[in-house]
């Protein structure tokens, strides 16, 4: 008989999987995948095998011999790139190499939050944000955004609110360029203005600049950790989606006062050191030419995938297009329950992020959806779009119009 | 002026870093770091040039395209290997690919410690895993070992007490082959009484093989979990010992009712996929031949570190050769204090792991040290233990003779 664990385990663990992984489903819209053929397979191969053969035997310590903070060449690449694409200055010792940034979010939360602390986000956010901040009991307050970004004036008054109710939030976590989901970019202005009233009401900002290397349309402003001289902007970043996400490669970037006492939370012996040492040699040289083919090849299938939308749910679907990454944010008309319509579309595969696990307050997300157009080929992103319009028309009778015919009002 | 973080920081955080990493001390006899020749750099740097030009494209997705639990032919190989070496059949969904050992150990924690729980372990034990169980509030409660491993009838004694106060341990945490620190090896015997004796009590196991493939005296007995019929003990391993830290892959082993309930709780993106790829081709054909020359190389560097406690320290150094891996557990006489030895031996290069740090009640481990000799040469564990003796005698008077000299008495 199989032993029970059951009533041996820890209270509220999230739902079980129900059974191991059979692949992905035919239309994959969800998920930071990215490009395959974008991978520049014969140069990290190549790369590979001369940084193995050269210093592979540092492979037999933790850290590479580099201590905690990561491979000494990747952090020179990283702080070089970030003076040159973010107008961002700082020193290897202010960097700190994640497994990916998931872990620099997992590291700064740890750091900062108990049950009952509030967090200021934008109102549509990254999901894996949000759920890690609710997993810990945190209370997040979503700020209006347009396609500037975050509202200024909304965060004004949510701060003035919080601090009459005798309430400091513990940080205020937005990712100023090429929003997710929105894909919007936080002006400059808007970016002083944000710095100025977070450090009126004393509370830090973590900037979290994941894609902000696949920028394809307008100039990247400084990040908003450049504009501060307080060190009151935690930073982190990624090669996930500059490079590829298999690398589990991230970055945080905070001044000594908080990288000092991440460390000694970061007890994971450190993040996989081939894969620092292979994006180290090659992103020396090859990123910048890298990240602008990647982000011509983004921009094609992102147009691709607007131009799929426009055809098949013709003014149904609302969304602006956005000014670099991965996704689109769409709005569909008020009756579409996109948490509904995902678990449908998922049996019949086509995978899509429902609006209410992408948002701050579910309510707001409920007709929303964000589609990722980086992985799937061109094909998949016409025939899937296709395929997901005629599932909502049957299910919900929108799109009225669609597939350049007009559909049946059910 | 910089911006003031302390008073939003989360309360009983570890004590901050001082400073960055600036180097390892002269004489590193602490922590995992193993033979740096003995790193097959060559042959990897090969496989990586072919894995990465023949599979690279994969690594533009999460997972590489084989879901959560890892890389389908390093599963298929672990499941090979497990079955060899460890007489320990599992299919390749009981498996689940994990960022070193560590990960399996805040996984399986994460899932059954709430604060106040009990969790039994060696009394003598690794470190990291006391030190994890303590944070989160857990009750550890040591087992006596001997040259044989854990003391069955301690444990029964143990058990039976605990039952009288109505207390259920959540599992007992067991490192049953090249014991960490002892270097015991449990018997096949004591395996079966163990599991007998767990099971009547209904408390799982959880084993850490971690060190096992790096056993060079007598025969390996089979895995706890293979001597099971009722899944109740969770299993892992890691390539850390085996063939590099730096590489940061773990595995933890165990019925889908554990990895199901494991894996949506693993929110860490997947782990490192080109070191799961190199690693996967390299093991599946040269593994064993690896381990048999790694072992020979480290049971050489043991007789020198053996050698030279005997020399430096005498009759006041006492230990038991290993049976496998890369520590030596040595016990000083009573007034030793090992924990201002190591801060004082810190300051003039020579890092060691004190006792107290090593063991469930630091007061047992307090003349107590564990040696690494992995990673030094033969010559600095030479120099280093000399100096160590050289220390301890000036600050102890221990030991008396020592150098092949006999020291004066202070």
Redesign the interface.
């Known amino acids: 008989?199989?032993?029970d664990?059951r009533s041996?385990?820890?209270?509220n663990?999230?739902?079980?999987?129900?059974?191991?992984?059979?692949?992905?489903p035919e239309f994959y819209f969800v998920?930071?995948?990215?490009?395959?053929?974008?991978?520049?397979?014969?140069k990290?191969?190549?790369i590979?095998?001369?940084?193995?053969?050269r210093e592979?035997?540092?492979?037999?310590?933790?850290?590479?011999?580099?201590?905690?903070?990561g491979y000494g060449p990747l952090r020179t690449f990283i702080a070089d790139k970030l003076e040159k694409r973010a107008g961002l200055k700082c020193s290897v010792?202010e960097i700190l190499v994640t497994?990916?940034s998931?872990?620099a979010l997992d590291l700064i939360n740890?750091?900062?939050?108990?049950p009952g602390d509030t967090v200021i986000a934008e109102a549509a956010c990254y999901g894996?944000a949000v759920s890690?901040l609710k997993k810990l009991g945190t209370n997040v307050v979503g700020v209006d955004l347009d396609e500037d970004g975050m509202c200024m004036d909304h965060l004004r008054s949510i701060l003035g609110d919080l601090k009459q109710k005798g309430i400091?939030p513990?940080?205020i976590y937005t990712i100023p360029t090429v929003q997710n989901p929105s894909g919007s970019v936080l002006t400059l202005e808007r970016r002083k203005e944000l710095l100025e009233i977070a450090?009126s009401y004393?509370v830090?900002i973590f900037e979290d600049d994941c894609y902000a290397d696949l920028l394809w349309d307008g100039e990247r402003p400084p990040a908003i950790r450049a504009l501060d001289n307080?060190?009151?902007v935690i930073y982190c970043g990624s090669f996930?989606k500059s490079i590829?996400?298999?690398?589990?490669v991230g970055y945080l970037v905070a001044?000594?006062?908080?990288?000092?006492?991440v460390?000694?939370?970061k007890?994971?012996?450190?993040?996989?050191?081939?894969?620092q040492m292979?994006l180290a040699e090659y992103a020396t040289t090859d990123f910048d030419q890298h990240v602008s083919e990647l982000s011509a090849v983004l921009k094609d299938k992102c147009q691709t995938m607007a131009d799929a939308l426009e055809e098949q749910f013709g003014t149904a679907a609302e969304f602006t297009l956005p000014k670099g990454g991965i996704f689109i944010w769409i709005t569909l008309p008020d009756q579409v329950d996109t948490s509904l319509l995902a678990q449908i579309a998922l049996r019949e595969g086509v995978a899509i992020n429902p609006g209410a696990e992408w948002v701050v307050n579910p309510e707001t997300g409920k007709h929303r959806l964000r589609l990722c157009f980086a992985?799937p080929s061109k094909d998949q992103i016409r025939d899937g779009v296709k395929r997901l319009a005629e599932i909502c028309h049957r299910e919900t009778g929108i799109p009225m119009r669609g597939g350049n015919t007009t559909r049946a009002k059910l």
Chains 1, 2 share one sequence.
């Open positions: 008989m199989p032993f664990f041996l385990l820890r209270p663990l999230p739902a079980a999987s129900p059974a191991p992984f059979s692949g992905y998920g930071g995948n990215n490009d395959a053929d974008s991978i520049p397979r014969k990290l191969g190549e590979a095998k001369s940084v193995l053969e592979g035997g540092s492979l037999a310590s933790y850290g590479i011999g580099h201590g905690p903070q010792d497994s990916g998931l872990q740890n750091l900062f939050i108990e894996g890690r400091r513990k940080f450090n004393a830090p307080t060190g009151s996930s590829a996400p298999g690398f589990r001044d000594w006062s908080i990288i000092g006492q460390l000694p939370t007890t994971d012996g450190g993040t996989g050191a081939l894969e292979v992985s």
